[in-house]
């Protein structure tokens, strides 16, 4: 699912950039030619010097990118010739990594999924092309338009859908299939952000749908399904889903970096075809032999090419070709950056839950995969250590004749800005957030992007529409789509240090229009501004305990503009998605209901309800309290009087609570830390949770 981690992802124009602008260093013709056609007939062994630079690469992630565990794999023509790991297993001892240790592989299980609907496809059970309630009759939504969504738009990401329904799905030590056996009772109050079909967006929600109908048209269950068509006639001994029975020691220990040092529980991703399945990375690089065409008894030819052709081009997309996004049916990409320099064609999947990263790339042509498996990091940097040991492989083998230099965008020399420029002077929008642009003199500020990838930076104008940013490793343009908005975007090669370099196109910004809201509402919506809200329908074990912004929102609302956390402000209590862009930027959109019951406020976001912070009371020095019947979880404050405190709570069976500081962050929790008391902060927050009706004691003392 690549949720956590949300570096947070159609019809693609072709713009000419001045050649003032053009990046260097892409392969000539006549090299492409021979890259196609030099491709070996066999595996060849790894050099020393490629295995070495592999095992360098999984040290750079252990001391620099937050890892704590990597296996890799890379199989050639049916046969691994790479195998390796780095860090340790967490069991006793220390133990290193081995090859049979298994990781989370996140949004990369929806690549099980898609193969499995395929498969069914193959079978003549369903056509990708008629509407999904053919074969999912009980899919319902508010919003007509949902009779449109096929299985093909849910597998390439189009379906108009608002993103993902996280609630309760990565849970510690616990495999409830609450989040997917809620999923269709909860689409049937909910509207469509855009016609589906209209530009992809991605969406976890849509790959739940198609476990859904998986089980549904093979009267099995999801995971029976892919044991008996994927795992078993591959002989996959390591790849399994929270709900099947095996040794969970075999999981590779995650930790959280601001709690203890010991390990974190068992994760389940519960949302298995969007993003549930355990595995190795030699199981997964096995796997990507029925995805590029190499089990025609598994899966069709005719399927396997219908997932790698360019979905991404049948609606509104960003108008570079160069990118690490673009998909096909399944695929991230299917033109994969930066393969398409040496004029070869990748396709790749990425994943991530809380704490496990994966990422799969194939060369399908050269029948060429790796996988990179970590506990910590990001699935970024995992396909960035793949994309630069697959290179190095391509090379030994005789595919490319060198490894092409970094590029960025060269100097050009200043050039006057045009006046009419300025028209895109405003206020911009991404979920969650609004954000200013104001050209002057030529230039503009734009903030970190890309989780820090591209840094915050000046933008300069270069001619031809295009402002350049001062360290040359991106373009901002304006660009008008379609749909008739105006969007901010960026080209980008992304650098991070000591791994390989990609490129990325992508919007990071909607042009919003101001509207003029009643004083009553907006003097509401002003009232509202800055207070936090906590969601009291998340289960205590539920892993985003660890996230604080994903456990509580705080409203950032603009009334002048008439916009709150980037949706459009309706009502005294209603604000609504407006946002429909491509790629990353536009995932996992939101409205905002309010409600009252009695004095308290209460928000409603995709199902979910959080309370105000002013329908909180402040725990006290000796007190007991109770689980609400229509609440898993209770928020209480941290003041003065408790400051510094030992708090000890009596906890129910299942129960638990966490703490947090002032600044946000997570101090202590009784699932991950055990036990059942802490040192309380200065001030913060404190939650207890468990089922309705559980009792806590509760007594501090110094």
């Not at 390439?156 to 993103?163: F, W």
């Not at 250590?385 to 697959?390: F, G, I, L, P, R």
């Not at 906590?534 to 660890?546: G, M």
């Not at 299942?654 to 830390?673: E, H, L, P, R, W």
């Amino acid at each position: 699912m690549n949720t956590m981690n949300k570096v947070s992802k159609c019809l693609l124009s072709i713009v000419i950039v001045t050649s003032a602008l053009l990046p260097t260093g892409s392969i000539s013709a006549a090299e492409q030619t021979k890259t196609q056609t030099a491709a070996a007939a066999k595996p060849q062994t790894v050099t020393a010097a490629t295995s070495s630079r592999a095992q360098q690469l999984a040290q750079v992630l252990l001391d620099k990118y937050g890892v704590t565990g990597v296996q890799y794999a890379v199989m050639d023509h049916g046969k691994i010739v790479l195998s390796g790991s780095a860090g340790t297993s967490g069991r006793k001892g220390n133990s290193k990594i081995g090859k049979n240790d298994m990781f989370g592989i996140g949004s990369t299980s929806k690549m099980y999924v898609t193969a499995a609907t395929m498969m069914l496809a193959d079978e003549g059970k369903i056509d990708i092309d008629r509407p999904l309630t053919d074969y999912l009759p009980e899919f319902k939504m508010k919003d007509e338009r949902y009779k449109q969504i096929t299985p093909r738009i849910l597998m390439n990401h189009s379906s108009g859908l608002y993103g993902s329904h996280y609630g309760n799905s990565i849970l510690f030590n616990d495999n409830n299939t609450f989040n997917r056996d809620n999923l269709l009772p909860a689409l049937q109050n909910e509207t469509l952000k855009a016609d589906p079909g209209a530009f992809s967006v991605y969406s976890n929600d849509s790959f739940q749908l198609l476990e859904l109908m998986v089980a549904k048209v093979s009267g099995k269950s999801y995971p029976q399904f892919i044991q008996e068509r994927i795992t078993k006639p591959l002989q996959l001994k390591s790849t399994l889903t929270p709900l099947d029975q095996f040794d969970r020691s075999r999981l590779v220990k995650t930790y959280f970096p601001t709690l203890t040092d010991k390990a974190l529980p068992v994760e389940n991703t519960n949302i298995i075809g969007t993003g549930g399945v355990y595995s190795t990375a030699e199981d997964v690089v096995k796997f990507a032999e029925v995805l590029t065409g190499h089990r025609p008894d598994l899966l069709s030819t005719a399927s396997t090419n219908a997932m790698t052709r360019p979905e991404y081009r049948s609606g509104m997309w960003v108008s570079e070709t160069s990118n690490i996004f673009n998909y096909g049916l399944g695929w991230d990409s299917v033109q994969l950056s930066p393969f398409d320099r040496y004029g070869l064609k990748a396709v790749s999947k990425g994943g991530d839950t809380l704490m496990y990263h994966a990422s799969l790339i194939s060369v399908p042509e050269q029948r060429l995969s790796m996988a990179v498996l970590t506990s910590g990091g990001s699935s970024m940097y995992n396909e960035a250590v793949a994309s630069e040991v697959m290179l190095r492989v391509l090379k030994d083998k005789g595919t490319i004749k060198r490894i092409l230099p970094d590029q960025q965008f060269p100097a050009a020399a200043k050039v006057a800005m045009p006046a009419d420029m300025k028209k895109y002077n405003g206020t911009y929008g991404v979920v969650g957030e609004t954000f200013d642009v104001n050209i002057r003199n030529g230039k503009f500020k734009l903030a970190t992007q890309m989780s820090g990838m591209i840094p915050a930076q000046q933008y300069i104008y270069a001619g031809k529409g295009k402002f350049r940013s001062e360290d040359g490793s991106a373009l901002a343009s304006f660009e008008r789509q379609k749909n008739g908005r105006t969007y901010l975007k960026l080209n980008a090669y992304l650098n991070i240090p000591e791994l390989e370099q990609s490129q990325m196109a992508l919007y990071v910004g909607q042009k919003l229009d101001k509207q003029s809201l009643p004083s009553a509402v907006k003097k509401t919506w002003q009232q509202r501004n800055g207070k936090s809200y906590y969601n009291i329908d998340e289960k205590i074990n539920s892993a985003f305990y660890l996230i604080p912004t994903e456990i509580s929102k705080t409203i950032q609302a603009d009334t002048q503009l008439g916009y709150a956390l980037g949706t459009k402000i309706v009502d005294a209590n209603k604000s609504v998605n407006i946002m429909q862009i491509p790629v990353m930027s536009g995932r996992d959109t939101f409205d905002l209901n309010f409600s009252r019951q009695g004095k308290t406020e209460y928000l409603q976001i995709n199902g979910q309800s959080f309370i105000s912070e002013d329908g909180l009371s402040t725990l006290s020095a000796s007190s007991s309290l109770k689980i609400p019947a229509d609440h898993h979880a209770t928020w209480m404050k941290l003041g003065k009087k408790t400051a510094g405190q030992k708090i000890n709570v009596t906890l129910p069976k299942g129960a638990g609570f966490v703490v947090y500081d002032d600044k946000g962050q997570i101090t202590y929790s009784s699932i991950v830390n055990g036990g059942h008391s802490t040192k309380l902060p200065q001030s913060g927050m404190i939650v207890f949770g468990g089922k309705a009706g559980d009792h806590f004691k509760l007594s501090l003392n110094r």
